[in-house]
């Protein structure tokens, strides 16, 4: 079917229900960022392929909304005939709700399925709404029950994580989950997100590419955990296991029927943010409803000694795989055919090669020219070009390993390159060393960081339109809360043990991309009769291409970070590499 018979196919069946128009978010029953095919419902409506956007059908019209990493992208992916592109953001752009407000007639009704919605989303759609005098309805499943040869829901065996890699056992951050409702009053505590399940059962999965985790839901009562996953994904041992922890499994598709049943004199402890709106309407009206951040979105991103160590090893093998691809790329580049999708896969083929690797942890973005400008550039056979020894390569890329998860971005000249990339390069190194280098007192936001990121590039009239800095799970989903370094606010304060990355960038349309990234730890630097203070340290091994930095645009304690830096690559990473590496890699991680 073309993109447009689907749309034809869903008014149809909004005019069978009644709605003049319908809401297709990104997300799934479990709020993905990355859900599997079978979720995949706005992909299938709008051919867009970005993780993050939303679809409005309306009678007439469609439109799709995304933020600035995909307008490139989705300006490709989109058939502008049939739908509209709407650049979040951009001035005079009106979110979906206002646009719906402008076209519906008012008494209109718009119809979005519950469960691919949180509760937090929903009820700011229902009151934007409610100014024009358009309803919701979130009963409805219209564009799910359109979608022709959908995909059936991965039915993958679930793997232990085991407990030498996660420094916890299953019923100690069960217990420390518990403490947490006590301490709140709440008798049940509703958890829907697909990596907090998979962090505090040690389990992992296959269901969705690249995020080790599984389709579950999870609550956990006063006496009893109960799981809600298909049983067959269980291996014996691992059913046992869960068992002896007081674990009941029961079908995952009696959730709902579950939380209905809850009793009416019950407290119930629920991320409005990550728990979509379908299970909040199950709930008893009586139900007393706490709503604050899950509890294991705050445990799961403050690491554990362990978990860092782990992590430390981890990047360390990351670092030989990336020294390798690099050296292998300058010694190839221009004297053999080698394209976006081949140079992806022989970065892979490096990390296959080192200790604990178990896969990629996203589809690596490796953009050559123009492409490295499209910020999360998703390379396939059609738009695949070569490599040729001139102009800039980017390559963000990351692997999972049982030791930890990682991302970690490059730009690479290839031969000559405009002498304006220089001056851009050393702008965003700027900015990232600056980030590398903050000190900040303890309940500082990443909102307040970000600026340092940003200042250079700010004072040259430059920007880029993406976040700093996102968390990163342990052996689990590249992107993970509930911190986050950028221009909004979401109110969380950096605390010890997280880690998030540190990738500011500026992208020239149709000329070329750079991005620097590496991962920091969040520490406590001292403590002084003002407060705690805290500082980063950057744990990412793998030097920083210094062919394309103006030395002249950098201060004295810039070029000290820089060359800190790069000696501490060299002494690291040159005992784990043969004679001709640790040659390469001396000669890459030169002082300037």
Not at 12 to 37: F, R, T
Not at 179 to 205: C, F, P, T
Request: with cysteine; charged share 25%; aromatic share 8%.
């Amino acid at each position: 079917m073309q993109i447009s018979e689907r749309l034809l196919a869903l008014r149809n069946k909004m005019d069978a229900l009644g709605v003049e128009a319908c809401i297709i978010p990104s997300g799934d029953p479990h709020l993905s960022e990355y859900p599997s095919e079978h979720w995949k419902i706005r992909e299938w409506f709008s051919g867009f392929t970005g993780s993050a956007g939303t679809l409005v059908v309306t009678t007439e019209e469609a439109g799709l909304w995304t933020d600035s990493r995909y307008f490139l992208q989705a300006e490709d992916e989109l058939d502008a005939q049939c739908i509209q592109l709407f650049r979040e953001g951009d001035p005079g752009v009106p979110d979906y709700t206002q646009w719906l407000g402008e076209v519906l007639m008012p008494g209109s009704k718009v119809a979005v399925n519950g469960e691919t919605v949180s509760v937090s989303l929903l009820r700011r759609i229902s009151r934007e709404l409610r100014t024009a005098q358009v309803s919701v309805d979130a009963s409805h499943a219209a564009a799910e029950e359109v979608y022709d040869g959908r995909p059936p829901i991965p039915e993958n065996e679930v793997f232990l994580h085991e407990e030498k890699w996660c420094g916890a056992s299953r019923s100690e951050k069960l217990e420390q989950v518990h403490q947490i409702m006590r301490k709140s009053g709440a008798s049940h505590y509703i958890s829907a997100a697909l990596d907090e399940i998979a962090w505090v059962l040690n389990l992992r999965g296959n269901d969705v590419p690249y995020n080790p985790v599984f389709h579950a839901f999870m609550i956990v009562e006063t006496s009893q955990v109960k799981l809600f996953i298909n049983p067959h994904k269980l291996t014996a041992q691992i059913a046992r296991k869960l068992e002896a922890d007081n674990i009941k499994v029961s079908l995952y598709e009696e959730i709902y029927k579950h939380i209905r049943h809850i009793p009416e004199d019950a407290t119930v402890l629920l991320d409005p943010d990550r728990t979509n709106s379908a299970i909040f309407a199950a709930l008893s009206p009586k139900v007393t409803k706490k709503e604050q951040l899950s509890p294991l979105t705050r445990l799961k991103a403050q690491k554990s000694d362990t978990e860092v160590q782990h992590l430390r090893e981890t990047l360390l093998n990351d670092g030989v795989a990336m020294v390798h691809f690099l050296k292998w790329l300058e010694d190839h580049v221009g004297k053999e055919k080698i394209t976006e999708l081949s140079a992806a896969q022989k970065l892979k083929s490096f990390r296959a090669a080192q200790p604990g690797f178990v896969g990629e942890s996203f589809g690596t973005i490796s953009g050559y020219g123009g492409h490295g400008a499209i910020v999360h550039y998703s390379v396939n056979e059609e738009s695949d070009v070569e490599l040729k020894p001139e102009g800039l390569y980017l390559i963000d890329s990351g692997g999972q390993y049982h030791g930890g998860t990682t991302d970690i971005t490059r730009t690479v000249p290839l031969g000559k390159f405009p002498e304006q990339a220089r001056t851009d390069y050393t702008l965003v190194l700027k900015g990232h060393i600056a980030l590398a280098c903050a000190v900040f007192p303890k309940g500082t936001r990443g909102v307040h960081l970000d600026i340092l990121a940003r200042k250079a590039l700010w004072e040259h009239g430059l920007n880029y339109g993406h976040g700093t800095g996102h968390g990163i799970g342990y052996f689990l989903n590249v992107h993970e809360g509930p911190q986050s370094i950028r221009p909004q606010d979401n109110g969380i304060e950096m605390e010890p043990g997280m880690i998030s990355s540190n990738e500011p960038g500026v992208y020239r349309r149709d000329q070329y991309g750079i991005r620097i990234e590496n991962l920091i730890l969040s520490r406590v630097k001292q403590e002084s009769e003002f407060g705690t203070f805290m500082d980063f340290e950057t744990l990412t091994l793998c030097p920083i291409d210094s062919r394309l930095v103006d030395t002249s645009l950098l201060t004295p304690d810039e070029k000290a970070w820089f060359n800190n830096y790069h000696q501490g690559v060299y002494e690291q990473l040159a005992p784990r590499l043969d004679q001709d590496h640790q040659q390469w890699l001396k000669e890459k991680t030169k002082a300037i």
